[in-house]
Nanobody
Framework: QVQLVESGGGLVQPGGSLRLSCAAS????????MRWYRQAPGKERGLVAT????????DYVDSVKGRFTITRDNVKNTGYLQMNSLKPEDTAVYYC?????????????WGQGTQVTVSS
């Protein structure tokens, strides 16, 4: 059984921090790039950050650059999203995604999401 399980969400004040975790099992985690997406009520799901399979490269949407850091530990089969200086507009359900691209195919797995609420 393939699983991605997010954890670490919760309620924080503006300016606070959270670290989200994504525990992977049932597939070759180290061979997949990882992404974090988020979706606020009434809005489309959008990409937040991405990291290569080895962790050697990463990228972020402009709105979180300098505040969020994506990392991974392939020994523990776990990905992370460190979120600092949180803003109310960061409030959303955050989803972990694992992705493999090849010639003529794509394999993608999703977690169930974890709620992040930023409010005073």
């Amino acid at each position: 059984q393939v699983q991605l399980v997010e954890s670490g969400g919760g309620l924080v004040q503006p300016g606070g921090s959270l670290r989200l975790s994504c525990a992977a099992s049932g597939f070759t985690f180290s061979g997949y790039a990882m992404r974090w997406y988020r979706q606020a009520p009434g809005k489309e799901r959008g990409l937040v950050a991405t990291i290569s399979s080895t962790g050697s490269s990463s990228d972020y949407v402009d709105s979180v650059k300098g505040r969020f850091t994506i990392t991974r530990d392939n020994v523990k089969n776990t990905g992370y999203l460190q979120m600092n200086s949180l803003k109310p507009e960061d409030t959303a359900v955050y989803y972990c995604n694992a992705r493999l691209l090849g010639l003529g195919y794509e394999k993608t797995y999703w977690g169930q999401g974890t709620q992040v609420t930023v409010s005073s």
